[in-house]
């Protein structure tokens, strides 16, 4: 177990005509692999470049939702990253499903399924369709 330590980096930046300033960054941990190392291994901020007319935008937006421009970002990345996640998952669920088709030949019969569901929204109660092979269904509709 480890002791809760407190590390700060102290980094300095040169300015054209401020000369020398210091900032103070400290980070808190119970873990020491979560400092920051020499080489700087953890980085704290990304910076984006962004046209003048989208940072227009996002500085309008930002001010009429009353928020800073960065909560905005930082809003915007997250939602955009949760869709992309719900549409990676999507598709590996579908790639199985589609995998497991190939493997059992069996399917269930779209026009059956569809009947079905109508059933269940009206609240009937019906047996679900089963699953029959792929054999038997392309010869049906041929």
Sequence with gaps: ?????KRCILKARLGKRSGITTQSRCYYSNNPDNFPSSQGAIDAHRFIKLADETKRRLDNLAASQGVKSHALMVRAIESTLSNAEQQ???VAAALRARQTTVQTGLVIDGPAFGDYLKARVRGVK??????????ALATKTA
């Design 88 to 90: 990676q998952s999507f």
């Design 126 to 135: 019906t047996v679900r369709p089963g699953l029959q092979p792929i054999d």
């Design 1 to 5: 177990m480890f002791i809760k330590q």
